[in-house]
């Protein structure tokens, strides 16, 4: 048997039944390189490793044959956390090299495929040289910070030929994929509403505090790179970068990629006609954030709107959830979240469509890597559940709602030009403007 079928094989096992193993301390994943030759495994460097980047190398090093070569970030305390967690695993961490700059990973040739787990506005620049590398591409979500750098990365994965998959790992959760399945046969009757909830009681923006000297160990400068030079700050830091618009775009897209992604593929939806959002900071009006913590937007497409309502600091949003996907029909509503769907019935319906709750019984993050390195070894970019299209289409019409309510308008989407009718809002917010002498590679 060959060594790919070999590859096949054993993956098909992990996933058989819908689970995968999830103890990354179990001795088992020990075996796995040495049923592979040298020339046969996948190697691996992970670029921004402290928060999913690092979830993306747990669930790397569960596919047979993956070798974890390189590891980078601009912490150094991340990177010794990283080596305390590699060492509990019993991996060999002298054979893990470590570095501060990304781009000794894109040197190093026998890298064969990286992870890009940095904030958002990075993510354009790091993947299109990680391409023009040669380097196979997993990209956290949201795969640009602006329309304009999401069709860049659509023309660097085509120009270069490489396999990128986006970190929107619900396309490989089997309940969601029956969900739209379900949409899709008709039988919730003509869907004229779309409702998109996002409420996240947990998150909450940090205080406001002066700005400081960077932690010992941190290279800040790199940590900004095309964003604009500001002095450092430990409230626009790690995890809490999502809150302003130099970096990211709050919630709209770091859950919104997510859910809006399913709502477009529920109803094969491409592009809105026109759409409006109001919000604003309400919830913790004190603490330090840009972005808005409470966000209503609606996208106006043919025959249907779509809604988007979201709100840090609660939990309980439409159909008591914390988050949720509703195709409300003549017939009945079906909800879909990460733990599972259901179909509530209309009253009056004249076909019972009714299907009681339908529990999530997979974790959509290892399948996503399964996918992702199944695609490398056949050479089959097609086969991929969030290839760098998918994943731009639906960073666009979030990106779409954030310039609404930053402009306060109603803005219009041409299609045929694939730009706002205001050309001072595609002046403003098409393309990020890149500093400190970072510009985005020619394609």
């Known amino acids: 048997m060959s060594s790919r ?23 088992a994943f020990a075996i796995f390189p040495n049923r592979f030759s040298p020339a046969d495994r996948l190697n691996i460097g992970a670029i921004g490793i402290k928060g999913m980047g690092w979830a993306n190398v747990t669930s790397a090093l569960k596919v047979p044959g993956a070798n974890l070569v390189a590891i980078c970030d601009i912490d150094q305390s991340v990177i010794d956390q990283r080596l305390a967690d590699l060492k509990k695993w019993n991996i060999d961490t002298d054979k893990v090299k470590t570095t501060g700059d990304y781009r000794t990973i894109l040197d190093n040739k026998d890298i064969d495929l990286v992870i890009i787990g940095t904030p958002d506005h990075w993510h354009a620049l790091i993947m299109m040289q990680a391409c023009e590398a040669g380097k196979h591409v997993y990209c956290e979500k949201p795969v640009g910070n602006s329309i304009g750098e999401c069709r860049a990365m659509i023309a660097a994965q085509k120009r270069y030929d490489r396999v990128v998959q986006v ?45 400081s000297a960077p932690p010992p160990g941190v290279d800040y400068k790199t940590w900004l790179g095309p964003a604009p030079a500001r002095p450092f700050n430990a409230s626009r830091f790690h995890f809490h970068f999502r809150w302003f618009w130099d970096y990211a775009g709050g919630l709209m897209t770091d859950w919104g990629v997510h859910l809006l992604d399913y709502a477009l593929l529920g109803m094969k939806a491409e592009t809105p006609k026109s759409i409006s959002a109001l919000g604003g900071k309400f919830a913790y009006p004190e603490l330090y954030q840009e972005t808005p913590d409470t966000l209503t937007t609606l996208y106006e497409f043919d025959g249907f709107n779509l809604v988007w309502d979201s709100a840090m600091g609660i939990d309980n949003g439409s159909y008591g ?10 017939n009945g509503t079906l909800v879909l979240d990460r733990s599972g769907w259901e179909v509530i019935e209309e009253a009056q319906a004249k076909n019972k469509v009714s299907r009681p709750f339908v529990k999530s019984s997979d974790n959509g993050v290892d399948r996503h890597w399964i996918n992702f390195t199944d695609a490398i070894r056949n050479n089959k970019k097609e086969s991929l559940n969030c290839n760098v299209e998918a994943a731009a289409h639906v960073a ?35 393309m990020k403007v890149y500093h400190n002498g970072y510009k985005l590679p020619k394609v």
Not at 177 to 185: E, G, L, M, T, W
Not at 321 to 330: D, K, S
């Open 321 to 330: 959830r914390t988050h949720c996907i509703a195709f409300i029909g003549n």
């Open 167 to 211: 970190g929107q790992w619900q396309r490989s959760q089997q309940h969601f994929k029956d969900a739209v399945d379900f949409v899709h046969s008709g039988q919730l009757g003509m869907i004229r509403t779309v409702k998109v909830s996002c409420y996240q009681g947990w998150m909450r923006p940090q205080p406001v505090v002066p700005d």
């Open 5 to 27: 079928k070999k590859f096949l094989k054993q993956s098909a096992a992990l996933l058989a039944g819908g689970t995968v193993l999830n103890s990354m301390d179990n001795k």
């Open 396 to 430: 666009t019409v979030a990106q779409m709602g954030n310039i609404a309510f930053r402009t306060g308008q109603k803005l219009t989407w041409d299609k045929g030009s694939g730009k706002f009718t205001d050309n001072k809002v595609n002046d403003q917010y098409m």
